[in-house]
């Protein structure tokens, strides 16, 4: 199959590297650095899913029609990045690869005669220089449409990926985002200090922010009557009691999941944002929570806060010290 990929960044990169890696004819959107890197010498793939060098077609735009397209472009630039390439998806199956909750409500504006399908990425991948991925942790991908069940493009794209990496297909997307949402809190504390995500939870005075923040995510997407979906064993029966715990209990749940890490470090995506001196996904992750609350009329003011610090430590390139972080979070 000819397959599309918009945005060969870490997650980009690597499920273009595996599907080359299968037979498929991938062709690749990147910019900068990262796309004269892949016209030069391919992409490179590394870690937990095995070595692959892939000469894919790379250009900052489509030059031909695929057959189906993956976008996992960044929230900030996944307008642009499909709208760049607009004419060559009209009526091709789009499968979107993001955090947050708008990613499928976006594409449909922006490709609004196209199929959209929602994606999660749960393998934890980094992009460590231009053209070369490394993944650090192996995991599952999970596919569905918000409020329907599974369409013929959802079935499609499982087909496409299920030979290469493991795909689930699940028909409550929208409890999906939310649980990934949770789990993405830890993604904020690591871009403002400058830590990967083991260390972050490694200190105790962090993780309990870390957990104050996923407490709140989930007791706001519960006022919003969410029923989350499971992943990594985080089902809604157990999150809903998660959200109510003592700090002090509930710091096992990110404590598990940075055990689930390895010991490879893991920057995660905000972080690697930051390095790059790309604009975060920060206001599609905490700040998505930040938003609903106010659209529900309570509050979340760890999540607020980090995203504060987040947008303060894009604009100076200073990370932030614990202490300073604490004092702010209160």
Known sequence: MRVAVIGAGAVGGTIAALLHRAGHEVDVTARGDNLRALQERGLHLTGAWGNHVAPVAAAERLGRPPELAFVTAKIADADDAMSGSAGYL???PVVVVQNGLDGVRGARRVLPHS????????????????????????AETILGVPGAAPTIPVLTARDLLDP????????????AQWTKLVINEVNALPAITGLSVQAT??????????????QETVRVAAAAGVRFDP?????????????????????????????????????GSTLQSIRRGRPTEIDGLSGAVVAEAARLGVTAPVNAALVAMV????????????????RRVG
């Not at 939870?201 to 996923?214: I, K, N, Y």
């Not at 990110?254 to 470090?265: D, K, Q």
């Not at 100076?316 to 614990?322: D, G, I, V």
């Open 231 to 267: 992943i990594s064993g985080l089902g809604n029966a157990a999150l809903r009691a998660f959200g109510h715990l003592p700090v002090r209990l509930a710091q096992a749940v990110p404590a598990r999941m940075a055990r689930r890490m390895g010991a490879t470090p893991n920057p």
């Open 164 to 175: 290469v990496l493991p795909v689930r297909v699940t028909g409550n997307f929208a409890g």
């Open 90 to 92: 009209r009526g091709i």
């Open 311 to 326: 947008h303060e430590v894009e604009a100076s390139s200073a990370h932030l010290s614990t202490a300073e972080v604490l």
């Open 201 to 214: 939870l490694a200190d105790p005075r962090l993780r309990a922010v870390v957990t104050r923040s996923m």
């Open 115 to 138: 199929d959209v399908v929602g994606a999660l990425a749960l393998f934890a991948a980094s992009l460590v220089r231009p053209a070369e991925v490394t993944v650090t942790a192996a």
